[in-house]
């Protein structure tokens, strides 16, 4: 089985309407994400996935968030805490990437010290 990570930043604002304490007030994050997938064929050129591919997939996905107010685009209707966001770019990227490669997690950094790692169950 072979396993790759690539990662990427966005820079969002959002605020936690449930949330009591200073984070239901508006402020902005310079998030970084790492996401990995595994799989166990290669193609012809010895790779499972081409490292740039992966990375212009997540690009697509990142532009969705990024410079946004998350309250008040994708997540109107529930809240956009780093877990909501880890499953939103898991989900998302998840339909780009061809048969033999499975996303395996996305990684979100809120902070250099706080990140949520989502997995689907297997």
Request: aromatic share 12%.
């Amino acid at each position: 089985m072979y396993t790759l990570c690539v990662e990427d930043w966005f820079a969002a604002a959002h605020y936690l309407r449930r949330y009591h304490g200073k984070c239901e007030n508006l402020h902005g994050h310079n998030y970084r994400v790492k996401v990995y997938v595994s799989g166990k064929q290669l193609d012809e050129g010895g790779m499972l996935i081409d490292f740039s591919i992966l990375k212009n997939h997540l690009k697509k996905v990142l532009e969705t968030l990024d410079h946004q107010d998350l309250n008040a685009t994708i997540f109107k209707d529930f809240e956009p805490s780093a877990e909501n966001i880890s499953r939103y770019i898991f989900d998302s990227l998840k339909a780009l990437l061809p048969s033999g490669v499975r996303l395996t997690g996305v990684e979100v950094f809120e902070t250099e010290k706080n990140s949520v790692l989502y997995q689907e169950d297997a």
